[in-house]
């Protein structure tokens, strides 16, 4: 296993390496960059993809600069905007030294912040930590039981109204349900029972330790509730799925045939087997929710998160923190891609790696 391990560590180099170089050229082909987005402000106080789509040749520089825009500023100026950004160099040059920056976990300041990269992102964190923690939890803590119960009860009455109910809850967008959230519970049209905006009160620091514990899930109870509904579904159905193939095999068949009670068939033998696809996937769903699914919550809700971060940061063209948080995040992806295959092996010790070809 030690083998195994060392060779996909060493897979994580390139994979990283090659989805930033992916990415770093295709900025350098989309307009609007960092300084383009000063201009438009200085210009007129408006957004530079205005003057990209709409102003046809009235953007176009009479003086032929490359920044459509920037006629009434002088080329010394944009000279020096260009060496603060380190547009002055090469795009290979650029490439290398922000490589090299970020081997040592240095990913810079935000252009427009004046923050870190890193002090910005642990500023969002406990946001989105508390969104794809407890909604991967919830999710599995309540798909797992009813999965077995829906396996055990394969075509009950039981079976058919809790997939009518799955069906219309994974059709539901995630978007739409948020909102029916917050007119029904948040201080809508009808009842204002759970905060509207912000994971915690303005008094949370003054509160005792249990209070806080209650403020705290009194805020995230509407968002974490939003975002577990779709994956609640297919995780059900999943876990449904595999029960439902184990316990239609010869092995099951023989130990009920040897007079072995049912739940220690279903929990001694079929459980470990059932549950290795499903279990396993819990890194992979985490990081899913933690890093994708959470951007249109977030907005609903008023939460800032490593979600709003992101799209703000790629529609300002903030580079170091797009290009710091997708270094940072797509290392992350890759190690919980090898803690999912350690999972496998946690939950069945005959599975081996070691014995695959490379």
Do not use: C
């Not at 919830?138 to 396996?151: N, T």
């Amino acid at each position: 296993m030690g083998a195994y391990i060392l060779r996909r560590l060493l897979l994580v180099i390139p994979t990283l390496i090659g989805i930033m170089i992916v990415n770093f050229t295709l900025t350098q082909f989309v307009p609007g960059g960092p300084i383009e987005q000063i201009i438009a402000r200085m210009e007129g106080g408006g957004d530079v993809f205005e003057s990209i789509s709409g102003a046809g040749a009235e953007a176009i520089d009479t003086n032929d600069s490359e920044y459509a825009g920037a006629r009434g500023l002088p080329a010394d100026f944009i000279e020096e905007l260009e060496k603060e950004f380190g547009f002055d160099k090469p795009p290979l040059q650029r490439f290398l030294n922000m490589m090299w920056n970020y081997l040592r976990f240095d990913f810079g300041e935000s252009y427009f912040r004046s923050i870190g990269v890193l002090e910005l992102v642990w500023e969002k964190l406990p946001v989105s930590i508390s969104l794809g923690l407890w909604s991967t939890l919830i999710a599995y803590l309540v798909s797992i039981p009813l999965g077995i119960r829906k396996a055990v009860r394969d075509g009950s009455s039981f079976d058919t109204w809790t997939s009518s109910a799955i069906i219309v809850a994974y059709a539901i967008p995630g978007f739409l349900f948020a909102l029916l959230l917050l007119v029904l519970f948040a201080g809508g049209s009808y009842f204002q029972w759970f905060p509207l905006r912000g994971l915690t009160s303005d008094n949370w620091h003054e509160l005792n330790l249990f209070w806080k514990i209650v403020d705290y899930f009194h805020h995230i109870a509407l968002p974490v509730l939003a975002s577990t509904i779709s994956g609640f579904a297919t995780l059900t159905m999943l876990t449904k799925n595999s029960f439902l193939d184990e316990i239609k095999k010869q092995y099951v068949i023989t130990a009920k045939a040897k007079g072995l009670k049912e739940n220690r068939v279903l929990y001694g033998h079929v459980f470990r087997n059932a549950m290795l696809i499903v279990i396993s996937g819990f890194p992979a769903l985490f990081m899913s929710i933690f890093l994708t699914g959470s951007l249109i919550i977030e907005t609903i809700f008023s939460l800032d998160g490593l979600g709003r971060l992101a799209f703000e940061a790629a529609v300002a063209r903030d580079y170091p923190v797009v290009f710091g948080t997708l270094y940072f995040f797509g290392l992350i992806g890759l190690v919980i891609g090898i803690l999912s295959d350690l999972m496998y092996v946690f939950i069945d010790p005959r599975i081996d790696f070691e014995s695959r070809e490379t």
